[in-house]
């Protein structure tokens, strides 16, 4: 063997190594930017991390209610006139099962109708939803939440929104966003 085809030989294997570790890296960022990811984890649209509007109203007992009462709890929000229409129910229906999905963490978890008239709720139906927070309150502050009165949202215990889904929402979909979020979350 000659200097030249050691020297060659050697160039080789230096280069043969460099490809080796540089490739790795090079196919990680073209498989990055040119075939990003399309799927997220959660179900519910992701809203931006402000502090929720703080709605105010009376409750059923008469009680004044303000939403920022139940902070220290993740509190599922849905507002709807009290004539409930299927849509409304289904919003009603999906918050109480996905709260209860959660087995012995949906004590963190709060429910809260915003009825937006003057009208009272059947007693059916609230017998149907024991422990659902029912709050009068008029149309403008309901439609103030981030997808007004056509979502169910999520506010978090510390007072922010969070998700928000349609109102009539796949349940199991929807309580493993509220799974993982407790899971996550310590505080609430």
Same mark, same amino acid.
């Given at each position: +063997? %000659?200097?030249?085809?050691?020297?060659?030989?050697?160039?080789? /294997?230096?280069? #043969?190594?460099?490809?080796?570790?540089?490739?790795?890296?090079? !196919?990680?960022?073209?498989?990055?930017? !040119?075939?990003?990811?399309?799927?997220?984890?959660?179900?519910? *649209?992701?809203?931006?991390?402000?502090?929720? %509007?703080? =709605?105010?109203? =009376?409750?059923?007992?008469?009680?004044?209610?303000?939403?920022?009462?139940?902070?220290?709890?993740? /509190?599922?929000?849905?507002?709807?006139?009290?004539?409930?229409?299927?849509?409304?129910?289904?919003?009603?229906?999906?918050?109480?099962?996905?709260? %209860?999905?959660?087995?012995?963490? +949906?004590?963190?978890? *709060?429910?809260?109708?915003? =009825? /937006?008239?003057?009208?009272?709720?059947?007693?059916?139906?609230?017998? *149907?939803?024991?422990? #659902?927070? =029912?709050?009068? %309150?008029?149309?403008?502050?309901?439609?103030?939440?981030?997808?007004? +009165?056509?979502?169910?949202?999520?506010?978090?215990?510390?007072?922010?929104?969070?998700?928000?889904?349609?109102?009539?929402?796949?349940?199991?979909? !929807?309580?493993?966003? !509220?799974?993982?979020? #407790?899971?996550?979350?310590?505080?609430?």
């Amino acid at each position: +063997m %000659t200097v030249a085809t050691s020297a060659r030989s050697g160039r080789r /294997t230096i280069l #043969l190594v460099a490809l080796a570790v540089i490739a790795p890296v090079v !196919l990680a960022y073209a498989a990055y930017y !040119l075939f990003p990811p399309g799927t997220f984890t959660n179900y519910g *649209e992701l809203l931006p991390t402000v502090p929720m %509007t703080d =709605v105010a109203g =009376v409750r059923a007992d008469g009680a004044a209610f303000r939403l920022s009462q139940t902070r220290g709890r993740w /509190t599922l929000v849905v507002a709807a006139p009290a004539a409930c229409d299927a849509g409304c129910a289904s919003a009603l229906y999906a918050m109480r099962q996905a709260r %209860t999905i959660q087995g012995r963490e +949906m004590d963190r978890v *709060e429910r809260v109708w915003l =009825v /937006t008239d003057a009208r009272a709720p059947s007693a059916a139906l609230l017998a *149907e939803h024991a422990g #659902l927070i =029912v709050v009068r %309150t008029d149309a403008a502050a309901a439609s103030s939440l981030p997808r007004g +009165m056509g979502a169910i949202h999520l506010v978090d215990p510390l007072g922010n929104q969070v998700l928000a889904w349609p109102r009539d929402p796949d349940i199991k979909r !929807l309580a493993g966003d !509220l799974a993982r979020l #407790l899971k996550a979350s310590r505080i609430g």
